[in-house]
């Protein structure tokens, strides 16, 4: 990450330059405060060896002036984007905008291989041959008197085990 000033909004709406030090995301994690993390050579070399990166559109030093959710990238990319949000061009994004960056290179023909954690239970169920579908955000009912609730602001996935569809 740049060392750069960085624009967000206040609570006012009145754009405000931030040093990348009072971002949160810069904080760290619990104790030890460290915060950037590194693909272990390893798992890259693994990763590169089937698919011969040609680019990183989230490269350590991050070059100033980069930017990898706007420049174009190339024809086969290792994508390790920060994994929480970071103020990007006054707003805040997320894994939510590497995701789209990463369809919008797909569409152009370009090859993405974008690591990123996500719970166990979720590799379990595709691993186990489960079809997903997305219900959007869902707006549950309360259990108390049946009154229909605002949403959680997240879609729901819909995981489907079928035996019947994973007869060969």
């Known amino acids: ?24 995301f810069h904080v760290g994690n619990g104790d030890d405060g460290k915060h950037y993390w590194l693909t272990p050579p390893d798992v890259y070399q693994q990763l590169n060896a089937t698919y011969n990166f040609t680019f990183d559109p989230c490269p350590f030093p991050k070059p100033n002036d980069f930017d990898g959710l706007t420049c174009d990238w190339g ?22 905008a590497w995701a789209r960056k990463a369809i919008e290179e797909a569409k152009k023909g370009n090859r993405v291989v974008l690591v990123y954690p996500i719970d166990k239970w979720v590799l379990m169920l595709l691993g186990a041959g489960a079809k997903v579908s997305n219900l959007g955000d869902v707006r549950w009912l309360a259990t108390e008197d049946g009154s229909q609730g605002k949403g959680t602001g997240r879609h729901i996935a819909c995981f489907v085990l079928d035996p019947a569809s994973n007869q060969p």
């Open 75 to 96: 024809k086969s990319n290792y994508v390790n984007p920060p994994f929480g949000s970071i103020i990007h061009q006054g707003k805040k994004k997320g894994p939510t």
């Open 1 to 24: 990450m740049s060392e750069q000033l960085q624009t967000s909004e206040n609570r006012a709406g009145k754009r405000t330059s931030m040093d990348p030090s009072d971002n949160k």
